[in-house]
């Protein structure tokens, strides 16, 4: 039996070895990957209808994203101010996370106090800056988060930089700072 397996690795290794030519070229298995056609970026050549094929597909939601159905106007500012709940509950609230959060995107203009005094209006690069206590001023949980999804006036959106568990931990602690200013 032993003869036998020693016969079968001999030959299979002699068939191998008397099938190698140095003087013709191997096989390529899957040519098109070593010698693929060139394309221009954005040419015409590599999509038929144009760019359109690397758009995603219309009405497609990227993974993980959640879309906000308020619109970016003054109209939806007010609507998001009067019906937008916090979409966390008391025991997801973690105001130590929101203030980490508030101190890295909002207290440099806000201050982390919230009382308008960040280290760019001290320095007088950015004015107008209201504190959260400011009479006349009603801030709700949604008029913040949609200031904060959208921006307003000379603040950016951060949407991009926070994601929407973020955010509501944001709103959180500004309302915390609103009422510790009111005091």
Known sequence: M???IKILVVAVVLVAVSCKKD???NYQFMPNMYES???ETYGEAAFPNGVEAQLPAEGSVPRGFIPF???NS???????KTTLVSA???TQVDLDRGKALYDIYCGICHGNKGNGQGKLVKREKILGIPSYDDAGRAITAGSIYHTIYYGKNAMGSYANQLKEEERWQVVAYVLKLKSDLEK
Do not use: H, M
């Not at 003054?74 to 998001?80: D, I, K, N, P, R």
């Open 2 to 4: 032993k003869s036998l």
């Open 23 to 25: 003087t013709a070229p």
């Open 37 to 39: 056609a060139g394309y």
């Open 69 to 71: 159905d308020i619109e």
């Open 74 to 80: 003054t109209e939806g500012y007010e609507l998001a």
């Open 88 to 90: 966390l509950d008391s």
